[in-house]
């Protein structure tokens, strides 16, 4: 099974709107999602307890990771995200 790491919290936010289910059959059926924690601590929508039950695995980056992913491509990061790390 493929692995996924959402690093845009609005991702999350649209599928929880529309119907948290489609994030629990996505993961069942498609990826294995990682979701780090700056990133999880923007999605209202959904607790952690919905996080556990649909298989969703947050994670905590290293510094390292976070500067890294800040600078792929030109910036990996939003807007918002990259004045976190700056």
């Not at 289910?21 to 607790?47: A, C, Q």
């Not at 510094?63 to 976190?84: T, W």
């Amino acid at each position: 099974m493929n692995r996924v790491v959402i690093c845009d919290a609005n991702i999350l936010i649209d599928y929880a709107k529309a119907n948290k289910n489609i994030i629990g059959l996505m993961i069942k059926h498609l990826y294995r999602v990682r979701v780090p924690l700056p990133v999880w601590e923007e999605v209202n929508d959904l607790s952690d307890e919905e996080a556990a039950i649909l298989g969703i695995n947050i994670i905590e980056p290293s510094i390292a990771q976070i500067y890294e992913a800040a600078n792929m491509f030109g910036g990996g990061l939003s807007d918002e995200d990259q004045k976190k790390v700056t």
